[in-house]
C-alpha cells in the first residue's frame, strides 16, 4: 500500500444517515445527521463521495446496517438502499431533514 493510499483510508469517514431532504416528486436531494460538520450533504457531493472512495454512507436501521449506493437512473443517478426485498427505495422511509 503506498503512502498515498494509507493517508486516503485515514481520511476517508464512515458516515451515518439518520434522515433524508426529498423534492416535490419525493426524490433524494440531500443525506442528513444533525450535528455533523457535514451534514446536510447534497445528493450530487454523497454520489461524487461514494463513487470516488473519499467517504461512505449508511442507515442504521434498527435491523442492521445497509449501504447507500448510487445507481444510474433514467434521468441520471440517484442514491438509494435495499435493506428489503422490495423494489422500494429505503432511503424514502427516513424523515425529513
Known sequence: MTIYEVARRISMADRAVFKTGKDRDGDITKLCNEGQSWSPRSKSDAIRDIESGTHT??????????????VPGITGKYLRTDRDNTSRNNLDDLPDC
Open 57 to 70: 454512507y449508511y442507515v442504521p436501521w434498527k435491523s442492521g446496517r445497509t449501504e447507500i449506493r448510487v
